[in-house]
């Protein structure tokens, strides 16, 4: 893991491959500081294998891949906290990426209300301007 590595939601790279480049995941990239984890990978790869999209699928396994560890306790208190707050339908994947950000310390970017409503609850630094 670099020194300061931000964690692409899979939000960020729908939007990319959609629009065709995002300038600031760009420069994540060019900087070696984008990194993804197999629960993003896995999100993203089968849309881009039935779509024989080849060359996406070997520039997503060059970037660095941040090993899961879940705590399914934290995951729990995360969706509590959320239903405390009044923040509804956070999926499990996306409680598992919170997990891994705050436990690494490292950086979000990503697209999704859901993160940006859970900021306000948690303590973890979230990329949103594309």
């Known amino acids: 893991m670099s020194a300061y590595s931000v964690l692409i939601d899979s939000s960020v ?3 990319y491959f959609k629009s065709g480049g995002m300038p600031k ?3 994540l990239i060019e900087e070696d500081m984008a990194c ?3 629960l993003i990978f896995t999100e993203l790869a089968p849309s881009l294998m039935l ?3 080849t060359e996406i699928l070997e520039g997503l396994n060059a970037i660095e891949i ?3 560890n879940i705590d399914w306790d934290i995951i729990r208190d995360y ?3 959320n239903m405390k707050n009044g923040i509804n339908k956070v999926g499990i994947p996306d409680l598992i990426i919170l997990q891994q ?3 690494k310390r490292i ?3 990503s697209l999704d209300k859901h993160f940006r409503l859970m900021q306000k609850h948690l303590k973890f630094d979230l990329i949103t301007e594309r």
């Open 101 to 103: 950000v705050i436990e």
């Open 13 to 15: 790279w729908i939007e």
């Open 25 to 27: 995941l760009d420069r």
């Open 107 to 109: 950086s979000l970017f």
């Open 66 to 68: 941040i090993p899961l």
């Open 36 to 38: 993804i984890n197999e």
């Open 79 to 81: 969706q509590l906290m």
């Open 51 to 53: 779509k024989k999209e």
